[in-house]
């Protein structure tokens, strides 16, 4: 029981420091800048961050969201986005305990994370990305499949199904709005979301992803944080909704069905 508590509590301080650096990939790569040099530093005034200034989660409380040199805003978005680094690796740990599942569900996590948040940086996902959540996910079939059991077509029919529809989408946009709403690169990741889940919880990720796509995007436009015109990103919600089918989804299915 401690040492379930303590796995649990060092994950999910693994999931703020990959979160915490996953933001720095966000807020560099785009702009063509490495990753590693110069060492991380406020924006406005350049000041180098001393090591207790670089915390994740802690710095941004003690320093009151804030640069110590300047006083300009740390943006708050790299702070929710270590939070929920860390809190969707807890979530897989409590619900999968130590074991294959959960060491797949984290790394599968992990890459949603980066794709959610760079996508809502950038609106575009690069290809390595959805790569490497390919291989991790054809890794989490092949295992499921082979040791517990599952049913091989469940998925390829769950790629056909959300990949398909969502390239109808895509080309219903273009043919209405004549412009790409929705990238190629959205498309492959959710044919590659719908081979992770396999059809019967792709329902669920779509649902989760569009409740709270809009909750939130309302909220931003309601807070004057955002304007009607700007895109709305896809990606970052769906990301949200796979999470929580590929967590959740067969827990909700038997309860609708055993209720
Ligand atoms: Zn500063």
């Given at each position: ?7 649990g ?40 961050l ?67 948040g ?8 690069l ?22 059991g ?101 827990s909700?299915?038997?309860l609708?069905?055993?209720?």
């Amino acid at each position: 029981m401690v040492l379930t508590i303590i796995l649990g509590v060092l994950f999910t301080i693994l999931g703020f420091v990959f979160a915490s650096f996953f933001g720095v990939v966000i807020s560099r790569v785009p702009n063509g800048e490495s990753i590693v040099r110069p060492a991380s530093h406020c924006d406005s005034c350049g000041h180098t961050l001393k090591w207790y200034e670089n915390i994740p989660i802690l710095s941004f409380i003690f320093l009151r969201g804030k640069c110590k040199e300047c006083g300009a805003k740390i943006p708050v978005f790299f702070f929710i986005y270590e939070i929920l680094g860390g809190l969707f690796i807890c979530l897989a740990y409590v619900q999968f305990g130590l074991s294959i599942n959960f060491l797949f569900a984290s790394l599968i996590v992990l890459i949603l994370l980066l794709i959610g948040g760079y996508d809502y940086k950038t609106n575009t996902i690069l290809d390595i990305f959805w790569i490497i959540f390919l291989a991790l996910t054809i890794g989490f079939d092949v295992y499921r499949i082979v040791v517990l059991g599952y049913v091989w077509w469940h998925f390829l029919v769950g790629a056909g199904a959300l990949g398909g529809f969502f390239l109808l989408l895509k080309v219903v946009f273009y043919l209405i709005k004549k412009e790409d709403v929705l990238g190629t690169g959205d498309v492959i990741f959710m044919a590659v979301a719908g081979l992770l889940l396999g059809y019967k919880t792709i329902l669920i990720a779509v649902l989760v992803a569009s409740i709270l796509g809009c909750i939130i995007e309302l909220s931003l436009i309601a807070a004057k944080k955002k304007d009607k015109e700007s895109p709305i990103p896809f990606c970052p919600y769906l990301a949200l909704g796979v999470f929580v089918a590929m967590v959740y989804g067969e827990s909700i299915i038997n309860l609708v069905i055993g209720g």
